[in-house]
T-cell receptor, first 116, second 116 residues
Framework: AQSVAQPEDQVNVAEGNPLTVKCTYS??????LFWYVQYPNRGLQFLLK??????LVKGSYGFEAEFNKSQTSFHLKKPSALVSDSALYFC??????????????FGKGNQVVVIP | NAGVMQNPRHLVRRRGQEARLRCSPM?????VYWYRQLPEEGLKFMVY????????ESGMPKERFSAEFPKEGPSILRIQQVVRGDSAAYFC??????????????FGPGTRLTVL
């Protein structure tokens, strides 16, 4: 079974400081990893994904994430946080690609609060 | 390009009534997924469909829930005889046909179901 852990309920960071949102995963085989962001009463917006290749993945709005196979982690990072980054962030994983195996397992989410 | 569309955005039902949630995938997408988000929790996979075909329904409750994606028209998630525990946000996602970039799912704005 595939699963994701996002250990912190809320991440507080001052505007302009680096932002890190942690994610560890468990899956059989090579993982497909995703980050999504959810603003209040909205759907999930895709930020970035790791499938294969370079361990550092760059995504939308200045976000990036680093895949670490030995630590089974996929932490989301942004060098300088903005107040508008305040939202709920979800990490998701699925297993190797084969027909029918497209189900995503989500973490419970991290609320990010960027303080002006 | 229109994104994933869901309607209604808000739905109120009394216990015992039926709820019908609709999802129109992004243009060119033939895979549809339904997820449920309970308060204070992450998204839980329910079902994965292609046109006229259920691919994976391992997350669907055994009773009262059904889903379809007909040849023409939107995907429908149907909940019969709703109970208060069905109150949640229901998100639909879509992805391109198998053989293209099926790994990224794009989400709609969700339907918030309230059962009185």
């Amino acid at each position: 079974a595939q699963s994701v852990a996002q250990p912190e309920d809320q991440v507080n960071v001052a505007e302009g400081n680096p932002l890190t949102v942690k994610c560890t995963y468990s899956v059989s085989g090579n993982p497909y990893l995703f980050w999504y962001v959810q603003y209040p009463n909205r759907g999930l917006q895709f930020l970035l994904k790791y499938i294969t290749g370079d361990n550092l993945v760059k995504g939308s709005y200045g976000f990036e994430a680093e895949f670490n196979k030995s630590q089974t982690s996929f932490h989301l990072k942004k060098p300088s946080a903005l107040v508008s980054d305040s939202a709920l962030y979800f990490c998701a994983v699925r297993g190797p690609s084969y027909y029918g195996n497209n189900r995503l397992a989500f973490g419970k989410g991290n609320q990010v609060v960027v303080i002006p | 390009n229109a994104g994933v569309m869901q309607n209604p955005r808000h739905l109120v039902r009394r216990r015992g009534q039926e709820a019908r949630l609709r999802c129109s995938p992004m243009k060119g997408h033939s895979h549809v997924y339904w997820y449920r988000q309970l308060p204070e929790e992450g998204l839980k996979f329910m079902v994965y469909l292609q046109k006229e075909n259920i691919i994976d329904e391992s997350g669907m409750p055994k009773e009262r829930f059904s889903a379809e994606f007909p040849k023409e028209g939107p995907s429908i998630l149907r909940i019969q005889q709703v109970v208060r525990g069905d109150s949640a946000a229901y998100f639909c996602a879509s992805s391109p046909p198998w053989g293209t970039s099926t790994d990224t799912q794009y989400f709609g704005p969700g339907t918030r179901l309230t059962v009185l």
